[in-house]
Every structure is written in C-alpha cells, then in structure tokens.
C-alpha cells in the first residue's frame, strides 16, 4: 500500500494474520520437506514432468533468489531458484513440479491461464495507481470522483487475484498427480509435497481475501460519503 491508512489496516487485519500464518507455514512446510531425500533434482523432475506432457521444447533454467520460482509464458520458459533447480529433496521436486504444472497449463490454453495473463496489465496499473486514487477521493472532498474510479482500477486486482486461485490450485493437482502417477516421489512422502504445496496455496487465498477486504472497505467509505 503506497499510503498508510491506519483504518484500511485494521479492516484488513484478517487477510493481513492468515498472510502472516501462511507465510510461517510455508517456512515450516518447506524446512521440513528439504529434509526428505527424492530420487532427482528439482531440474530433472520438472524435466520429466514436461518431457511426459510433450514439452520438450519448454527450456529450463536457474534463477538467482530463494523461492523466486516461475513459469514465463512468454518465453516459455521455466525459471528454478538454486535450491529447486539443485535440491534432490521432495521440497525441491514438488516446487519444480507446481511450475512445470503452470507451462502445462499454458500448452493446453487453461482458461483461467489464458484470462489471467491478460489481466496482468491492467491488475499491475490498478493496484498502485487505485489505491492512491481511492486515498486521495477519501482524503479530500473536492477529489471524492476520483474515488470511484480508483475503485474500478482497484477492482481490477480484485479480478486478478480471484481469477489467481483456480490457476494454482489446479497447477498444485497437476503436480500431485504427475509426481504419483510417475513414481517420482512414492506415496509415503507425498504427505510432504501436499504440505508445501497447500501452504504456499494458503498464501494466495490471503493474498486474495486482503484485496477483496480493501476494495469493499473503500466501496463502504464511499457510500457512507455520498449519504
């Protein structure tokens, strides 16, 4: 949030707690999961996963950070932090496996892929650009309209993010299936991947509940204004 809005907080104060559980899930999850061995990399699973859905032409590469995995579907490729892309643990395997499951997604043209790519732009515009302009309408009256149309902007994140969850829910089945189905990682350590996997899923649906919290906490306050 580019302006502090010590209201807007405490509205939001329960996506802000379930992002904070998540977050320490995540850690927890993911601490737990390195420690469990897997039969390949991260690279190789994610490689397999690709290679068996017809992908062999999705490249794979290393990028620098720690969980900054993704899948770029403009270049089609996908991109491994150090620890996924090297770590023989199931951590590593079912991270790599969720990304793989996202460039499987954009081969077989996933709907909600396909609607979510394209909200991208106007979602990155609106959440910056929205939330000044609903402060600024909620701030001064002479600027209340501007209110309103940082509401539309803003709802634009709003569309994003629910548009967001189908899209990596279903990235996490396709992992969980491809890892069984292929023997990649034997079924009593799945419960490991599920764990990883949910988690980070928990992050999303914070994420998500935060953005539909602030723009129905601006829709209240402009509603108040014009009664």
Known sequence: MPILDIHLLLFIAPALLLGLVAQVMVKSAYATSRRIPAAMSGYA??????????????DIEQTPGQLTDHYDPRSKVLR??????????????????????????????????????AAVPAASFGSNAGMILMFLGLAFAALR?????????FGCVV????????????????????????????????????????????????????AILTLLYYVLRYSSRRD
């Open 45 to 58: 699973a994610a490689r397999r996963l690709l290679d068996s859905a017809g992908l062999r032409h999705v």
């Open 159 to 210: 569309f994003f993010q629910l548009v967001n969850l189908p899209v990596e829910f279903n990235a996490s089945a396709r992992a969980k299936r491809q890892l069984a189905g292929l023997g990649i990682v034997p079924d009593h350590d799945m419960r490991y991947v599920n764990r990883v996997l949910n988690a980070a899923a928990l992050t999303y649906v914070a994420a998500t509940l935060q």
């Open 80 to 117: 491994l932090s150090g620890d996924v892309y090297h770590g023989r643990s199931v951590a590593a395997v079912g991270i790599a496996a969720h990304e793989a499951g996202h460039a499987i997604q954009d081969a077989t043209n996933y709907a909600p892929l396909v609607i979510r790519n």
């Open 145 to 153: 309209p501007l209110m309103l149309v940082g509401i539309v902007l």
